[in-house]
């Protein structure tokens, strides 16, 4: 074998290492820098998110009026299969002591 394909292929085993050891990072950013820019990106969302509430969109509290709708739906399925459970047990009059 000639010698530069032993180095050709030293060079991509140790690519491939230093890819796992880093977690597959391409960034080639230390990890201060990182640090940094993961900070500037929370600090970003925090942000927005702080002026979606002051706009009045609420933040995770505020209700989705697809999901209420779905709920609704499912609670009056729910009574409707009790009802059908009960039959006209629940229409006949209760005893009286």
């Known amino acids: 074998m000639a010698r530069g394909n032993m180095r050709d292929k030293a060079r991509e085993a140790n690519l491939k290492k230093q890819a796992s050891v880093n977690g597959g990072?391409?960034?080639?950013?230390?990890?201060?820098?990182?640090?940094?820019?993961?900070?500037?990106?929370?600090?970003?969302?925090k942000a927005a998110k702080d002026a979606q509430k002051a706009a009045g969109g609420g933040g995770s509290n505020a209700v989705d009026p697809e999901k209420e709708a779905l709920k609704?739906?499912?609670?009056?399925?729910?009574?409707?299969?009790?009802?059908?459970?009960?039959g006209d047990k629940k229409y006949l009059p209760q005893k009286v002591k």
């Not at 990072?25 to 969302?45: C, G, I, S, V, Y």
């Not at 499912?74 to 009802?83: F, M, S, T, V």
């Open 25 to 45: 990072r391409q960034d080639n950013l230390t990890p201060a820098q990182r640090a940094e820019k993961d900070k500037a990106a929370m600090l970003a969302k």
């Open 72 to 86: 609704q739906k499912a609670l009056e399925k729910k009574r409707i299969e009790a009802d059908k459970k009960m």
